[in-house]
């Protein structure tokens, strides 16, 4: 029955959506600058060393750039990273 | 999650994610190279081909908001009540004030601000803040509308860029946000700073502490086990609020150190990572007190190990009267905690001692023979004096780039209303 029922209002909220749009990944790795951003857990670095090093046997022309973050991904390391790469693998969580 | 919660934060929802299977950090370089070479085709395929495993669409994202509905009806038997909002997924598994649109409506004039005002957007899932649905939440834990504007001021502090919310709503560790109260505020709202400040017992410590969570779940979408990944959690996680013993510090009070006047109404959030009890009751010194303190500090295993972030001290009274009688100041105090607690090398094991390393160089330098400091800088060192009698203190860690962060509380808290709205 109506009467037995309460109004309550929705707790959960509305998702601003920001929509960025990625770079196109049309294109092969060829002479491709990579860089591998390493966020320092441990074997984060290493595991990116052998990623490089399997892509490098494949892909002899390309260039490996190995960087390094502390923590978050600030302005400063995204602008470098846009600067000297076409194309980032980067590290994330444990 | 959390690359998935980075990427959506950022607009880039539809980025190539490669799931590696956990674990990675703690497996041998053997296991480590095969999982680089299982992974290799797949990162290849990110690089080079277009839509390619993101975990979900901008489509599937605008589906799912549009079905949102502002609100529903559910039993008004109070046990069918909670029942309906806990099935919702609204709660943290205790009961709560249904908010009704009379009890809402009620806790958005407490704050002179209209219910569709955008407070900001809160990470992992960018949920719109408006002022309606922060004071939904309010209403669920169970706050007075005088609470209101310190519950707006300790949403606003979490979203300063420096405190690193998404990292918090969605790590392993167990951090949670404390909320520490200044100001007149205190008496007008009845929040606790004294015997059992760190626990039970006050309506505006339990209440206002659980609204930030129901708030940081809610809106900010940190479910439990989806985006909040916390491996333990903690119970300060349910709520987690104090207030300082102002009265009884011999020093300026938090809120004074962080620029705002003594007459100002504050609150200055941080990060927690669980409390370490710090009990001294028979040095008779500051030098005996500091040398406890310290122990306790150098205790290993919290992230400042790693990180060198900041951390808190609560100081009881009497340990804050023992260390004014001698003419300590809080800075005396800060810089002799960094000195003395240390952990040498030799307690580390080789690699963690590589992953600092990596992430706090200066302390391998060469002549950095003192071992390794809590904090990198003593200011980084925080301290509260609250509690009740007793020499009991407490240490607390903190956690990746989590800076304080403290915010005048803007609006009605401290005025005659509140004051009748004591509990």
Not at chain 2, 78 to 94: S, Y
Not at chain 2, 400 to 418: E, K, N, Q, W, Y
Request: neutral net charge.
């Amino acid at each position: 029955m109506q009467t037995d029922l309460i109004e309550v209002i929705n707790p959960t909220a509305d998702r601003e959506l920001k929509i960025g749009k990625i770079a196109s990944r049309n294109h092969g790795l060829e002479a491709k600058r990579i860089g591998l951003l390493d966020n320092s857990k441990p074997n984060a670095d290493k595991f990116l060393e052998y990623v490089g090093q399997l892509l490098k046997q494949r892909y002899p022309t390309i260039e490996i750039l190995p960087r390094r973050k502390m923590t978050r991904t600030e302005a400063d390391c995204l602008q470098e990273l846009i600067g000297s790469c076409d194309l980032v693998v980067s590290a994330f969580a444990d | 999650m959390l690359a998935k919660a980075e990427a959506e934060t950022r607009g880039l929802g539809n980025l190539p994610l490669v799931k590696v299977p956990h674990p990675v950090g703690s497996i041998s370089l053997v296991a480590l190279r095969a999982l680089a070479e299982s992974s290799v085709d797949l990162i290849i395929g990110a690089l080079t081909r277009n839509n390619r495993t993101s975990f979900h669409s901008e489509e599937a994202t605008a589906d799912s908001d549009s079905a949102l509905k502002a609100s529903e009806y559910v039993p008004s038997n109070p046990t069918l009540t909670f029942k309906a909002l806990a099935e919702r997924g609204w709660t943290d598994g205790l009961p709560v004030i249904p908010p009704t649109p009379d009890a809402v409506r009620e806790m958005i004039d407490a704050s002179g601000l209209k219910g569709d005002e955008l407070l900001g957007v809160i990470p992992p899932l960018n949920g719109r803040a408006t002022v309606e649905k922060v004071a939904a939440n309010a209403v669920m834990a169970g706050c007075l509308p005088a609470f209101f504007p310190l519950v707006l001021s300790a949403l606003k502090a979490m979203m300063q860029p420096s405190f690193n919310l998404t990292g918090i709503q969605t790590t392993t560790s167990n951090v949670t946000p404390l909320a520490i109260v200044n100001g007149p505020c205190r008496q007008a709202l009845n929040v606790n700073y004294s015997s059992n400040v760190l626990g039970q017992g006050w309506r505006a410590n339990s209440t206002v502490g659980r609204a930030i969570r129901l708030i940081l779940t809610n809106i900010g979408g940190a479910v439990p086990g989806v985006y909040d990944k916390s491996t333990l959690g903690q119970p300060a996680k349910y709520t987690f609020c104090i207030a300082e013993n102002e009265e009884e510090n011999p020093w300026e009070p938090l809120h004074v150190e962080r620029g705002l006047e003594k007459a100002d109404s504050a609150v200055s959030m941080c990060g927690c990572t669980g409390v370490h009890s710090i009990v001294d009751m028979a040095s008779k010194t500051p030098k005996g007190i500091l040398t406890t303190m310290a122990a306790a500090m150098a205790a290993g295993g919290s992230s400042n190990w790693v990180y060198g972030c900041e951390c808190l001290i609560i100081m009881c009274p009497e340990h804050a009267a023992s260390f004014s009688a001698a003419g300590y100041s809080k800075a005396d105090i800060r810089q002799e905690l960094f000195e003395k607690a240390r952990l040498s090398f030799g307690k580390f094991s080789e690699e963690n001692l590589e992953l600092i390393a990596k992430r706090r160089p200066r302390w391998f330098q060469a002549g950095e023979t003192q071992g390794i400091p809590i904090v990198d800088r003593a200011e980084d060192i925080w301290i509260v004096v609250a509690g009740g009698k007793g020499p009991k203190s407490a240490f607390i860690p903190s956690w990746i780039d989590v800076r304080m962060s403290t915010l005048p509380i803007a609006h009605g808290a401290s005025s005659p209303v509140a004051v009748s709205c004591q509990c």
